[in-house]
């Protein structure tokens, strides 16, 4: 049995943080490769390391002092080996690290962050330490050279047996550093557990697992304790995040499962992620809830577009010149809509318009701004007739007008446009019929 673990960053924000994660590792013999983040949030409005070090680097882009922002950051490090009694010599890596700030990289300022933290938790947890920068391997246009990588996973896995490395970076084939996205831990632990073919990839953060729904919309969610990639996919994109969302992608070609854990609550079993969910009696239909504002939609009709040939594609040609990506594209007989993000269109929507009353000279093409789109996202629900029916009713009943409906090809997801202000209602309304009711 093998697992990959990864810490986030609130989860090693603390010498108390590091030693709930060494009874963590002790507990099993399966976790055997540590990834983590840099150091986070102590309290909420506490700052994460790597935003300190983007403040360095912004300092120095203006020519500002960055000594006492640099001097917060040690001390973030120094506390924690204080407060374990670790040799790591933190003070002198730190004076050395801060001599050449003025020369390295942005990428390679950011990325200490999670190497003294890495450094500390090998030593910690007695780990060989193995840097990022000579496994994680970078084209030099950004993109992994997974090939590569894999190999020296691999081969760093035969020489040491176990070992702690940092997330978020690594480094093109002549040493240069190379940050993931932010957040981009996750992608770590991911890759590790694809070039091992690990049995399990955990993924420890400060939440018990994936929430049904925004705990500040909704009274006290439940938790999701089983999910597919696919349905977490469309809940992500849809603002519900814990993991990052490329984070999926190694882990979902090798069928690995992903689970979310919490490092406060390590007995709760929080949520496990895999590629099929098997059916259990009494699951909800409906897995989970998210939805974000801030859409417009272009509502196109024109009589007799049915019988039009290639009505739909010089519309999409049309965002498509304007560099807009769409969202959604409910279409009727002789009229169809396009959802766009709103502040994506903020400089081209009278474009947008023109050109398309120009090119299809359509009976119609109107603006709908102000929309909020809900995504009710569920595996189940293609076995249950009736649900986007429910929706409906259960919305109708609120007295909320739905200005847009649409079902995923899967059928694993169904979408409900509705005005802004209905957002939160909506939200709540959908959790009430379908998860709380159901459960
Ligand atoms: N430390 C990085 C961030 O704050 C990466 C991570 O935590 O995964 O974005």
Redesign the pocket.
Known sequence: MLKITKF??SSVATAAQFKKIKDIIRADSARRFVVV??AGRRFPDDN?V?DLLYLVCAHRAYHVDATDLLEDVEERFLAIKDGLGLTFPVAEKFAEFASHIGSDSEEYIVSR??WFTAHLMAEYLGLPFVDAADVIVFHHDGTLNEERTDELVRATVKRLGKFCMP??YGATSDGEIKLME?????ITGSLLARALSADLYENWTDVSGFLSADPSLVDEPRTIDRITFDEMRELSYMGASVLHEDAIFPVREANIPIQILNTNDPENTGTIIREHVEHHEGDPVVTGIAGRKDFLSVYVDKTHLSNMVGALRRVLAIFERYGISIEHLPTGIDSFSVVVNAADVKNSIYSIVRDIKEELEPDEVKVIDGLALVSVVGRNMSKRPGTSGKILTTLGDAGINVRMISQSSQEITIIVGVNERDFAETVRRVYDAFVREEV
């Open positions: 986030g960053g983040s840099a994460k790597t962050g999670e997330g978020f932010r957040g981009g831990g996750d």
